[in-house]
């Protein structure tokens, strides 16, 4: 209905997507089941601040026989300053400590550089870790940013580092990171790939649905759709279920009231369709979405 020549949740049966949209506040918190737990918050300091809390006991965690991180997104960011904050003012040491970036443009055959004005790697860097005092930062090296050439190294380093949470938001064609929905041909013109295949992928290039381009061009690119790279290097399942637990942040920004039941409905009932990739984490042993509880509203007509 969307992208013609694209699997994503228009896809879907119908009768699942009406089911989802008729979800109350109440059916949504009611979701939560052993392996996914739905959570509300009642103010965006309080939603903010426990994203940065995340950080914060992921790193508590790592010690020089186990280090620890966390892997983390850019969507939201709003949580990043409060980690450079909070850390510095615990004065706590990251020396243990890892981050992993979920994902980055890809543009040219590379991956974007720190200077292209959308990279990933910037907005981390800039936002949190360069506001970290330099006595307490993590080395260098325990900063892991997925590029085009480190692909199997990126991938082997969640086998070598214990990963506590694996953070992220979730987008209009209803990803974490960029695990889009697939192109509707070849193998999969009749059927989007199985669960199965779809969990077989690793850090990646991946090609963007046309809506993940123009949710990135409204939300940061003023709406120059043509100035969103086409393509980008994305985290896959395979380092998704090396991670301890998936911790979904939706504070409304970047997906709507019926997306944020969708998947939620999905994840619950444990249908799993990859024209709706968030739906696979139904499979993962531990998962939790917090809400800014008003930003759930309701899904009904309202003309303006």
Known sequence: ?????????????EAILNDAAHLSEKDLLELSRPGFKVVYYETLESFYMN???????????GTAARPCGICGPIGPTEQLPLVAELVNSLEMSLKHCHFWGMDEWFVDGREAPITHPLSFAKADMELCFNRIRPDLRMPEENIHFPGANNLQQFTASFDQVHCAVMQGGQGDVKHWAFNDPFRREGNYKEAPPSPEEFRKLSARVVDLHPITLSQNARTSGGGYVVGVPKQAISVGPVETWKSEKVSIWQAGMHDNPFGMRLTAFMISKKIVDTSVPMSLLADHPNVQFNYYRPAIKTVGTEMH
Do not use: P, Q, R
């Open 51 to 61: 994203e940065a809390l995340e950080y914060i006991h992921s790193w508590k965690k």
């Open 1 to 13: 209905m969307l992208a013609e020549g694209w699997w994503d949740f228009t896809t879907l049966d």
